[in-house]
């Protein structure tokens, strides 16, 4: 019994200590970032390891800092708060052997509006930035930006956290990725909600000009049609998606970035 206590007790510290971690991001205000000329599906300047200096681990922090810095992450929109979660959890995942395939990372940086383009696909061996494009969020977690999050089923909201990616599949959507949800209580029911990935013709700059925001799916991170296949099959099979939000909620629940933050501390000491 007391041996309970105590592990319920070590939980609840650590669920304080991941939200006072991350507080002043939570609160932080979104200043636009600087972007830099790109085409729709790859950077016209493309971040390569040849021209990335040898990282020395050190520690995790500062290879994730050393990678943020030299794909210049910052200048195509991509928070470093959101990297940063993203990495250590990826990291956490990855050793636990949750993540089958751990060369491809897929973010989605919520805390950035539809308007631009907050989905980033990073090939950590090659050290290139893949993919830099638009995706949509749940037509009821908000309207230009997703604020609002659920892991109900028929709440048509997106769901936050870690998911791998799983097999393919052609539906009403067409050609669609499965994604399994890594979270319990927090994306889990995302196979049961049909929360895939899978292109939409919403996902447009013709939207974003006329109203200024991307239309919206179901909870769905949809993406553009044209691009939608060469996506797909470049994460399909065992990729870590993250789709992040400055949200306290998810900050304090996420069992994942919790057991991230353990294992990050006990390497240290």
Known sequence: MKKHRFKKFYLFLSSIFIFMLHLPFVFAKYKPAEVIRSTENKLETLITKD??????????????????????????????????MAMQGFDYLSKAGKIANDNIISIVDFSQPSSKKRLFIIDLEKREVLFNTYVAHGINSGKEYANQFSNKPESNKSSLGFYETMD??????????HLQGLEKGINDKADSRAIVIHGAGYVNEELIQSQGYIGRSQGCPAVPEKLHKSIINKIKNGTCLFIYSPNKNYLIQSRVLREATAMALNSKN
């Open 168 to 177: 393919t599949y052609n539906g009403k959507n067409g050609y669609s990725l």
């Open 51 to 84: 021209s990335i200096p040898a990282l020395t681990p050190v520690n995790t922090d500062n290879i994730v800092s050393d990678i943020y810095d030299s794909l210049r992450l910052n200048l195509i929109g991509l928070s470093q708060q959101a990297f940063q």
